[in-house]
């Protein structure tokens, strides 16, 4: 009983910024890995950016430079800054969440999805 809000798609001209939020509430006892990821019409999801609980992170190729990942653990969310944006940048992002139950279980959970359009 999970529950992932996202929030800060839109619309946006090509060199312009967004910030991306998921916020994360319900049966929560310990937040692992959070990450966003991304997808086209007729694309692949694809990985965009990853951040460990310790705050280490991973980025695509594509957005390396370009956007950051981070995170609050006291109020349970994930942030995507996205700056110098591409019109190939366009896509729904969906948050990803990996919960860590109290016996050792994991178990990922994803957001609705909210749309960024970069227009040219």
């Known amino acids: 009983q999970v529950q992932l809000v996202e929030s800060g798609g839109g619309l946006v001209q090509a060199g312009g910024s967004l910030r991306l939020s998921c916020v994360a509430s319900g049966s929560i006892f310990s937040i692992d890995t959070m990450a966003w990821y991304r997808q086209a019409p007729g694309k692949q999801r694809e990985l965009v950016a990853a951040?460990?609980?310790?705050?280490?992170?991973n980025y695509a190729d594509s957005v390396k430079g370009r956007f950051t990942i981070s995170r609050d653990n006291a109020k349970n969310t994930v942030y995507l800054e996205m700056n110098s944006l591409k019109p190939e940048d366009t896509a729904v992002y969906y948050c990803n969440i990996v919960i860590v139950r109290p016996w050792g279980a994991t178990y990922d959970h994803w957001g609705q999805g909210t749309q960024v359009t970069v227009s040219s």
């Open positions: 951040i460990t609980r310790g705050g280490s992170t």
